[in-house]
Every structure is written in C-alpha cells, then in structure tokens.
C-alpha cells in the first residue's frame, strides 16, 4: 500500500472504531443473544408440537443475518432466523417449478405427496395450478406464533406484559404485539434492559426486532426424485414478486430462493479487514444518515464478496475499499451487478424489466472523496471533520437521489479527478 493511503487506513479504521462497534461489552451481548434464542426456541417448539397445523411440526432454527456473521454495526438489535419446515422439506414431498423463468431467483413449489395436499388443499392457490400460497403459509405460521406466543407465557389476553427472560446482565421483554412487515417474515419487537452497566456500556436499554421466516430446502428440477444432489445449504421462503405471471403482491406464487446459508457462512469467514469494510460501508452509506436506493445493504455484501474472490490486498482497508468502489463503477457502466450466488441475476434490475437504477453519480463522488482523504496532509487529519463531511454528503444524497438536481450535484467540479476535499475545510 502506498504512503499517500495512510490518512484513509487512519480514517476507515476510525470510523470503525467509533461506528461499527457495539456500545454494550460481550457479556451482555452474549446474554442478549442467549435470551432471543431462548425465545424463539420456545415458540417454534410450541408451534411444532401444536395439532391445529401438523404441516409445522419439527421444524428447525437456523439463525442468518449480520448478528451472526459478524456484520452487524453499532446496537446487537436485529436478529434473523429461518425455520425449516421439516414436512415439507421432506424427499417427495413437494416439487419445484420454474413458471416465471424471466424473474431469476423465483420458484413456484407444488404438493407432489397425495396425502399431504388433499389434507392442506386450502394453502394452494387454485383448482387450476395447484401452486402452494407463500403469503398463506407465512401468515398461517404467524398465526400459530401468536398462539404459542399466549400459551407460553399467560392463560389471558393480557399476554403481552407478562412476556419476560431473565439473564444475568439483564432481561429481555415484549415491546409490542407480534406484527409484520409487508414480506414473508414475522416480527417480533422487543425490549432489552441491562440491570447494571459495566464500565464500557452505553446503552441501557436497546429496541430490537426478530425476525422469523419459514423456509423450505430446495430440490431444483434437476435433482432426481428421492431429492439425492439437493443444496441442503439452499431454501426457498416465500418472497413477493409482482411480476408473477399468475398473480402479483400477496397473490403471487412465486417463492424466492434463499441462499443465506452459504452467504451467512461466507460472511463469517471473510478477513477481518473485508468485514471492517463492510461495515464501514453500511455506516456510511446506508445507516440514520439517509436511505440510498441505488445503494443497498445487499448491493455493498455482493460488491464485497466478489471482491474478495481475487483479492490479494488482505491486510489493507484503504487498498480494498478503493477496489471495490472502483469495481463496484465498473459494474455500475455495465449497468449489471450479478447477484453472487444467482449469476443470472442483476442486483440492479427489477426482475425481468429492462429498468435499472445504478448508483454510478454516489460511487464517482465517493471515490474522489476517499482519494481526497488519501492525499491529505497528516498535519491537517480531523476524524470527527470528515466523518461530519460524509454524514452530510450522505444526507444531500438521500434528499435529491433520483432527480436531474442530483446528477449536476455530483458531476460539480472536481468530478474530473481533482480533490473536492480538503480533511480541515469548513463543512
């Protein structure tokens, strides 16, 4: 790595520090973690063994998201996890179908066993096509999560105040009522105390969500009929599509493949500076500092992982934050960003519609603020300076992204190449 990057590896490691880390210590972070697990273990248990929907007995937990690999920033307050229907996951149980073949990603999903759909004829969409609902399933599975929910913890209706896990560093509780966002999953809002605050916490108490989603193992066309070849690490959860050619919102029947298995594994091994990165990043460009709709939390982990295939800079934040803007312009010419693990499939692209959204204006402006950074004077460095800087930058983004105002804000001069930063000038 070149001298002229030592202020941006200074910059980038402080942003991490002073962004991306948790505000609580690990104690309480593990009692955290102990305490949601412990929950949704109970209620999935709960709806496994109920009798009113036999097609969700044994279902397992399998925890995905940044909590678990590694990439969550700033507050531990966003858990995922997928369970696993076990009937359904079964060899022969289910088949999949390719109906909407220009929306890569997407799958319909069939009862193949007799038994199995004359007794559940009421989740298929119709007479006609015989496709499995995801919307019915996802909402009939957090129906029985409510009802487990009463059951575990208060015989009345008053349920929600009596919902409480003790840990040692503190407690976890229900904030509001179960409730869900418009897709597949079931949110939970909960609530964590801290009892007593170690020196090096901030945070007493912390909102945080869970989010549960049904899930189903993929056994694609191409597999034989006992299911032999089939990517255990692969599901399909159901998904909305409204490009679904036999019905769009939550009519649509096309379930969404989920390769979050092998993406959670891949996250977690990656180098601590790639995941230094990807945090930095997320802080950056997509935390309370605007919402960027060209430049996703999603778009950032795919430029990122294909990053990391042919990188040979490891040990250099400033050297592997530079490439993968740089890469990440490439692709935005290309006007196609392909999802890591579906190829087919442009990140930038709604489904099979030729319209696509690059952030090519943010990734040029960025690129000449981080050199900027680079070439800056180790006299003239203000972290809390340039950090304001890019809290500002991503604010003025998030305001007029979209509009012909925020083409011209971005191609001002000094979008040639010539620095548009200086670290001590007066923002």
Known sequence: MSKDCEILNRFLEEIHEEKCVFKVSKEVVNDLKEAVEELVRKLVH?????????????????????????TKVEEPNEFD???????????????????????????????????LKRMNAELESSPKDNFLRPYTISSYYRRCLQEAYKKLFTGSWNWVQNVRIDKGCGFLHQHEHISSNWGPN?????????????????????????????????????CNPEGEGADKHCHVVPGRNDYCKHGSSIKCCCWRISHSSKETEKMKNLSDVHKKIYKIFK????????????????????AVLHHTDKCDSKNSIGACTMEILEELLTFAQQEYLPDYFIPEKNVWAKN???????PFPILQKLILEFKSI?????????????????????????????TQLFVQYVTLPGSDGNSTLSATSDQ
Request: glycine share 6%; charged share 25%; net charge negative.
């Open 46 to 70: 709960k709806v496994s063994f109920a009798t009113a929907y036999p097609l969700f007995s044994g279902s397992k937990i399998l925890s995905r998201g940044s909590f678990y690999e590694g």
């Open 186 to 222: 079931t949110l939970l809002q909960l609530v964590w105390t801290t009892k007593t605050l170690p020196d090096d916490d901030i945070l007493k108490c912390i909102t945080l969500t869970v989010d549960i989603t049904p899930a189903i193992v993929y056994r694609p066309p191409e």
């Open 81 to 115: 996890f997928l369970v696993e229907l076990d009937v359904l996951s079964q060899p022969g149980r289910v088949e999949f179908r390719s109906e909407c073949p220009d929306c890569p990603g997407y799958t319909h999903v069939l009862f193949t066993d007799p038994e």
């Open 374 to 402: 680079a070439g800056c004077a180790v006299e003239d460095y203000d972290f809390e300076e340039l950090f304001g800087y890019f809290k500002m930058l991503m604010e003025e983004f998030a305001r007029i992204e979209g």
């Open 352 to 358: 099979h519609e030729n319209k696509v959204t690059t």
């Open 283 to 302: 802080v950056v460009c997509r935390r309370q500092y605007g919402s960027l709709r060209s430049l996703t939390s999603y778009m950032l982990k795919t």
